[in-house]
């Protein structure tokens, strides 16, 4: 399965780790790195001494210069219009430091593309929707990934999502016509070797994943979250504003998070503008929830791949089943 995304960066299989905002620290990224895929640190809100800590740390555990040349890292990009001090510290790094990668989402890239391509890494833009593609071409984005709406986290909401099965496809024809050197990597939903596939004969040159790597013994998720996504199915999951209300974060229309779809999120999701409007009494609930690990109300971060997620192993497995399966099936 060599596509222009396992040259690029010399992989194994063509699989990039999403960069999970507190998810994919560095045991998961180097993890990935060690077992050929490119792992991206989550440097999510762009919290510096979080960043400094799972980057370093990733690095250490990709224990060869091979395997330290497949480490990246990712940010929200809305939010580095606030702070980037530690997308600039990543870019800072010198080397077989450097990020050979870096991957923004959720917001316009075009300020930041000079100082990544500067720094000599690779920018990867994710995209929801067409209409963002232009953007990402302008900022100089040598990798696009298409995001459907499967995805766990944070992506469009319901009005503005697209399906990953539609979505890259029409991608890949319009960077054929119009940027026919930019790679594209499909993400939502894909969790096996084949749905892997699934993505490359879409027109992908590989995939980025999330949910499926989450649930995994380095991921800083916690247990009992890992546990919750591991019995839902992929009904078991909803996107809504929820959870963004009760954490506190402020994120711009039109983008909306999913997760676990848990006893709280039923309660509240029938009424997204009266807890804007008043969402102390739910916070509490909430905070509470998480403080117990109680995950009626915590949220449990995954996409409709839950339905395709049935243990929780090391990244290595899952990353060598995705790889025999999809070959087998590409062959
Ligand atoms: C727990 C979790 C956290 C995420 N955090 C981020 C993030 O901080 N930045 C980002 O670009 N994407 C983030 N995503 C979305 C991923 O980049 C990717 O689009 C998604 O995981 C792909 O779909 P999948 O979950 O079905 O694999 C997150 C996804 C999950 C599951």
């Keep these: 399965m060599n596509t222009r995304l396992t040259s690029l960066f010399d992989l194994s299989l063509p699989v990039v780790l999403a960069p999970m905002a507190l998810a ?52 929200i990009t809305w939010k580095l219009d606030e702070d980037a001090s530690a997308l600039d510290w990543v870019l800072d790094q010198r080397g077989e430091d450097r990020p050979r990668a870096l991957m923004l989402s959720f917001g316009d890239p075009r300020p930041y593309g000079a100082r990544i391509a500067a720094a000599g890494a690779v920018l990867i833009c994710q995209v929801q929707r067409m209409d963002q593609v232009p953007q990402a071409i302008e900022a100089g984005a040598r990798i696009i990934v298409a995001q459907g709406a499967e995805a766990g986290g944070h992506g469009m909401n319901s009005l503005n ?22 790679l594209l990597l499909a993400a939502g939903g894909i969790a096996n070797g084949r749905t892997l596939a699934a993505a490359l ?4 040159d590989g995939a980025v994943v999330g949910s499926r790597l989450w649930a995994t013994r380095e991921s800083l998720a916690t247990p009992q979250a890992k546990d919750q996504a591991v019995q839902a199915n992929g009904d078991g999951t909803a996107r809504s504003a929820v959870f963004d209300i ?33 969402p102390a009494p739910a916070r509490a609930r909430y905070d509470a929830a998480v403080a117990a690990g109680d995950f009626s109300a915590a949220h449990a971060t995954v996409g409709e791949a839950a339905g395709l997620i049935h243990d929780c192993p090391s990244a290595e497995q899952v990353l060598q089943r995705m790889q025999r399966e999809a070959a087998a099936l590409w062959r």
Excluded at 41 to 62: C, H, K, P, S
Excluded at 169 to 178: K, Q, S, V
Excluded at 201 to 204: K, P, R, T
């Design 24 to 75: 994919s620290g560095g045991e998961l990224a180097g993890a990935c790195a060690r077992a050929g895929a490119l792992g991206l640190v989550g440097g999510g809100y762009g919290d510096l001494a979080w960043t400094q800590r799972e980057y370093r740390l990733a690095l250490q555990v990709a224990d060869t210069a091979a395997q330290r040349a497949r480490i990246g890292c990712g940010f």
């Design 246 to 278: 009760l954490r506190r974060k402020h994120w711009p229309a039109p983008y909306d998070f999913r997760a676990v779809r848990n006893d709280l999120h039923r309660q509240l999701e029938d009424r997204v503008d009266a807890l804007r409007a008043d």
């Design 161 to 182: 999502g697209r399906a990953t099965m539609t979505f890259v496809p029409e991608l890949a024809d319009w960077l054929a016509a119009h940027a026919p050197d930019t």
């Design 201 to 204: 004969m879409l027109g992908a």
